[in-house]
Structure formats: structure tokens, C-alpha cells
């Protein structure tokens, strides 16, 4: 607890930002050389007015902070700061990142991560995109990195765990506010198979204006984002942004050109984003993944080891192959497959039951 009690003490002191902090480290290497620096020191500091290092140099509300790690070590979180080992490599590289993250769960091969972002209010091809790149990306030994918000998000994390992949949900919230509530159970898998992080207090509700910091967070720890689906003004476009303005890369998946719910990543691609039909179109983009990708690989869809691992029948392997994410009737897909009906119906409530097909009312199916 000493030493991470000067760190939050610090984060508390009114006036010091995530800027401040970072340049006071980058000066004194801990906090607790900057509450016993003197006045004359700390105002050589860029950004520090006399009145602040007063602020500092008086500062003894240390209890406050005391209880906030108590809390943080009774919900199973640590506290990671940007001296330790653990802390993301690629998050130190941001202008501002936080001087410390509350972690449950894992924080292993950040280097490696990939965001996948997009619209809470999700079509089922969204959706569907992103379980199925999520998994791709996570069976070649990527971490999957997202917001655990509903629709895309969400999405995303599952189709990470499916294939027992890593996965890091960034939330917007303290950790010992799971939000949204529906994914309490999610929030759980997530910390056993990776981890859920977060910057905010422990007890932090989900602010309107916490989402954008949070969405710093999510493009900085990783290598890439990744656009799903978004609208015109969604917030993962601002974590596209973000992304950018980091050094990142950017990708999007096209979408319906005549679905708003696409208008987004649209706009994304039309300014340069890389497009993404497969977790291959992402892995080009970066050569230091070679090694880790060669290692990881797996057999791809179309053969008996189709849908990351789940063994399937050959009538079940060529069915799935010619499933896509846009949803298709069974009555085209008899013809397409040359299958009767009644078989076709048997061979795709095998793959539902699998995990790997859904079905739409009016007897419309996709790949999940």
C-alpha cells in the first residue's frame, strides 16, 4: 500500500492532470519525491503555478487515498502505475495517459492488441462481423481490445472468448461499477480470460464525459482499431480518431451502402482507413506480428476445424462455408447447396447449436 499510496494521493490533489502528472514524473521519477520536493523545484515544472505547488507541498488528505486502495484490493483489482513492468507499453507512448490503471484480470502481450469499436445500436451483421473478426484476430494470438459497451463491443468480447482467446474491456467506469449492468456476467469472464481496466475511481459511475477518456484509452493500448459499424456521429469515430492521432492504424468494415448505421465507417474508409473483410487484412498491416501470427495459426474456415476449432461434419463444413454475414433465407440456401429442405433445416440447427449460425425470424440465417 506505501507504495502506491502517494500515487493516488497525488492523482487527488486538485489541479493535477494527467499532463501535470506525467511531466512531474518525467522530473522527479516518483510521487514521492514530488510532495517532498521543494516550492522553487516543483514551479520549474511546465504547467505548475506557485499556487498549485503550495497545493502540493500542504497536501494531507493521504487517508482518502489510503481507502480507495483498500476498495480497489477488496474487489480483486490492482493498481498498475507507469513505473510498473505491467503497465501497457503502448499506452506510455500516448500524450496523456493515466498515471495509473485499476486492473482485474491479466494485462498480458498489450503490445499485440487490436480495438474493435463500433455502434451500440448494432445490426446483426455488426454484430456478426465483429464475433467472427474478434474470434479470427483472437485464434492468431491477438488480444481483443473494446469498451464492453452493448452491441459491437460486446460483440467483440465474445467472440474473443469463444475461441478462449485474450480479450481487455476499458471501461468507462469505475471497476466496482459494472456498466452496462446486463454485462455483469461478461465483465466476470472477461477478468478470467484477460482483463477489465479502467482509470476512473472505484466507485465512478458511467459519466457522459468519462466515454472520450475512456476511448483514449482503448486506441492507446493498442496497435490498430478496428470500425465495425458506426453512424455518423458514433462515438467509436472518436475512437478512430483518436487512433490517429496517436500514430495508429485505422480500419473499418464496409457495411450496406444504403444502412445509416454504416455511414460511419463509410466515411472512415472514404479518408483512408484500411478495409477489413478478415483478420488477414489486419495482420498485413503490421510485420511485427509474423512471428506471432505463424504461431498461432490455425486451420481457417472451410474444412473440418471451420469456426475456430469447433469440429465439423463435412456437410456441416460446406454449409457454414457458404453462410455470410448478411443474412441469406433457407430457401436460397437449398438451391445454393442443392440440399432439401428438411435436411438443410437438421444441418443448420447442428451448426446454431454450435455457436456458429443464427437465425433471423422469417427463416434468415448467418454466420455468427
Known amino acids: 500500500m506505501e507504495k502506491i499510496l502517494p500515487w493516488v494521493a497525488l492523482k487527488n490533489v486538485s489541479g493535477v492532470g494527467n499532463y501535470l502528472f506525467k511531466r512531474l514524473i518525467d522530473r522527479f521519477q516518483t510521487p514521492d519525491r514530488v510532495f517532498s520536493a521543494a516550492e522553487p523545484e516543483l514551479t520549474a515544472v ?47 507512448n500516448i500524450h496523456d495517459p493515466p498515471p495509473y490503471i485499476y486492473v482485474r484480470g491479466r494485462l498480458e502481450n498489450t503490445q499485440h492488441s487490436i480495438a474493435i469499436v463500433g455502434s451500440r445500436n448494432a445490426s446483426t451483421y455488426g454484430l456478426s462481423m465483429a464475433k467472427r473478426l474478434s474470434g479470427e484476430l483472437s485464434s492468431l494470438g491477438l488480444p481483443i481490445v473494446s469498451g464492453m459497451a452493448r452491441g459491437i463491443d460486446t460483440a467483440a468480447h465474445q467472440g474473443a472468448l469463444a475461441v478462449n482467446g485474450k480479450t481487455i474491456a476499458v471501461l468507462g467506469s469505475g471497476l466496482g461499477v459494472i456498466y ?106 503490421f510485420y511485427q506480428l509474423g512471428d506471432v501470427v505463424k504461431e498461432n495459426s490455425r486451420p481457417g474456415k472451410g474444412n473440418s476445424d471451420a469456426g475456430g476449432g469447433v469440429e465439423l461434419s463435412e456437410e456441416e463444413a460446406k454449409i457454414y462455408d457458404m453462410l455470410e454475414p448478411y443474412p441469406i433465407h433457407i430457401d436460397a440456401l437449398s438451391q445454393k447447396a442443392d440440399l432439401e429442405i428438411g435436411k438443410l433445416a437438421g444441418v443448420l440447427l447442428n451448426l446454431e447449436l454450435k455457436g456458429l449460425v443464427s437465425q433471423s425470424p422469417g427463416k434468415y440465417f448467418t454466420i455468427s
Request: some cysteine; overall charge negative; charged content about 25%.
Open 46 to 92: 511546465e504547467g505548475m503555478s506557485s499556487r498549485l505547488a503550495a497545493a502540493i507541498r500542504a497536501y494531507h488528505e493521504f487517508d482518502a487515498a489510503e481507502k480507495e486502495i483498500e476498495l480497489a484490493e477488496k474487489n480483486n483489482c490492482r493498481i498498475i502505475t507507469l513505473n510498473d513492468p505491467e503497465y501497457p507499453s503502448l499506452l506510455l
Open 180 to 285: 452496462p449492468p446486463e454485462n455483469r456476467q461478461l465483465f466476470y469472464k472477461i477478468s478470467e480470460n484477460g482483463a477489465v481496466v479502467s482509470e476512473f475511481p472505484m466507485t465512478e459511475g458511467p459519466n457522459a464525459y468519462n466515454f472520450p477518456a475512456r476511448n483514449r484509452i482503448i486506441s492507446g493500448i493498442t496497435m490498430g482499431t478496428l470500425v465495425v459499424e458506426a453512424a455518423k456521429k458514433s462515438g467509436s469515430l472518436i475512437t478512430a480518431r483518436l487512433a490517429g492521432e496517436q500514430g495508429r492504424e485505422v480500419f473499418a468494415v464496409p457495411g450496406n451502402i444504403n444502412s445509416l448505421k454504416s455511414t460511419g465507417t463509410h466515411n472512415l474508409l472514404k479518408q483512408g482507413a484500411k478495409l477489413v473483410a478478415c483478420a488477414q487484412d489486419v495482420v498485413e498491416e
